[in-house]
């Protein structure tokens, strides 16, 4: 059974938005650890060392939502925010886009499943992921079946 979902496409913002959702979980992390770093610093009198980490870490904070800002604007990325459609089955997700290239991904590359009130991402490493709306199905029962098809991989959607 194949199932094909609507044409759809995935805008700057909410690709922004996904981004800074995973951002903002790794700068909590971040801060945690740096957090420790200038209490030890601190602690066995080094102002200066954590002077110094805090420094570093405004800088990475810096850099990586400037890194997100010209990432979501390169030419290198927009395929992205094409129209596209996919068809999926028990083991693949082909994409095909407007100017009608496309590609072809086996399920078992998927990691882990976000799922949301509004979409499903697909990721294929902690930053690259596949976006798949839920109106982009042509029915609820397509929806359904499109989660069989990723609980008979033993993918866990979170």
Sequence with gaps: MT?????????KDLYIKVHLSQ??????FEFIILSIIVVIGAILGSC????????????????????????SRSKDNQSLYMRKYHEIDENFISTS???GTGGKLNLSCVINIKKTKEYYLLYMSP???IYIPFDAFKSEEDRINFEGFLKNKELKII
């Design 3 to 11: 199932i094909t979902t609507k044409k759809f496409f995935f805008n």
């Design 127 to 129: 930053t690259q992921f």
């Design 97 to 99: 886009y407007e100017d």
């Design 23 to 28: 951002l903002f979980i790794t700068v909590i």
């Design 48 to 71: 200066f060392f954590a002077f110094f980490c805090i420094v570093i870490y405004i800088l990475i904070f810096v850099f990586k939502f400037i890194n997100l800002y010209i990432d």
